[in-house]
């Protein structure tokens, strides 16, 4: 018998192939877990942008989330695109019922600009899903609005991911340095310690679901019994060589390479720091 580590994403589509659920199946795939997904919203988007987009009713998420978790109970499960109240309330509910490891992708908006989450769920994210979260992955514009201030350095990614974890009550956050300039340094606090997760830059537009590659690869680690550190180091790892080696899809910002991080040197190769 194979025995697997299975993992459940819960967040919209991309029928392009390159964020949302497409994207974390793939993810999980290459990283050796069974995945699992409950669509909140099926999305008409590609590289170039979102074209229109369709929720599906709580009644029938879920009809999807017990369907799932009555069956195969994954050993770790992450949240991207939820657009609304009803939907965060709804897995705030079922959440209430597990205790595995639960990744926080707070999507908001698009590569594109264009927005996936209503403004009054911005607002009450904080304190329905945040504090069932292991780890919350903003990026900067999103850590933004998650803490209320601006954020321009490490320092103040410093800050944020500490609000995140002391006043909003996560375990850990990740505050990633992809929307600022320089090296791409991701800034992880886990209620002890900040670590700095370094990687170049590398010239490219094809940084169509970076943040769901991310949090897709951090999940499965989780799933398979990392601690949280070491989860975060591998997606970094993943999501650098998935940027690094890109396709060149599409004929806007391109998918990310989820093959990239077969090709990578060795493991532990990105700076970690204290
Ligand atoms: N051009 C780049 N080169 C290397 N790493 C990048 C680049 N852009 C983003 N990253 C990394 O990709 C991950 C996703 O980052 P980010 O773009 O900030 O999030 P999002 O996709 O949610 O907007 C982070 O680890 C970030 O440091
Ligand atoms: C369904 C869905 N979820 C998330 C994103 C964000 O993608 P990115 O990681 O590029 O910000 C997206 N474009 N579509």
């Excluded at 900067?140 to 201030?149: M, R, S, T, W």
Aim: charged share 20%; aromatic share 6%; net charge negative.
């Amino acid at each position: 018998m194979h025995k697997v580590a299975s993992a459940l994403t819960i967040a919209g589509t991309d029928p392009s192939g390159g964020a949302g659920i497409q994207a974390d199946l793939k993810v999980f795939q290459e990283q050796e877990v069974y995945g699992m997904s409950v669509i909140t919203s099926v999305v008409a988007q590609n590289t170039l942008g979102v074209q229109d987009v369709q929720h599906l009713s709580i009644d029938f998420i879920e009809k999807q989330l017990d369907a799932v978790l009555t069956d195969i109970p994954p050993q770790a499960m992450k949240t991207g695109m939820i657009a609304t109240v009803d939907m965060m309330e709804l897995i705030a509910k079922k959440l209430a019922n597990t205790n595995i490891p639960y990744v926080i992708d707070p999507v908001m908006v698009a590569k594109s600009g264009d927005s996936l989450m209503d403004e009054k769920s911005r607002q009450v994210i904080r304190n329905t899903l945040i504090p069932h979260a292991t780890v919350v992955t903003p990026n900067v514009p999103e850590a933004e609005i998650l803490v209320g201030f601006e954020i321009h350095d490490n320092q103040d990614a410093e800050k944020a991911a500490k609000v995140i974890v002391n006043e909003l009550g996560a375990k850990a956050a990740v505050v990633k340095g992809g929307h600022l300039e320089g090296a791409a340094v991701d800034v992880l606090y886990d209620g002890e310690d900040f670590y700095y997760l370094k990687a170049d830059r590398f010239e490219t537009k094809h940084t169509h679901g970076t943040g769901c590659t991310f949090s897709a690869a951090i999940t499965a680690e989780l799933a398979k019994g990392k601690q949280i550190k070491d989860a975060v180091v591998i997606g970094k790892d993943f999501i650098t060589d998935a940027i690094q080696y890109p396709l060149e899809l599409g004929n806007g910002h391109g998918p990310t390479n989820h093959w990239g991080y077969r090709l990578k040197s060795l493991p532990g190769q990105r700076e970690v720091s204290k």
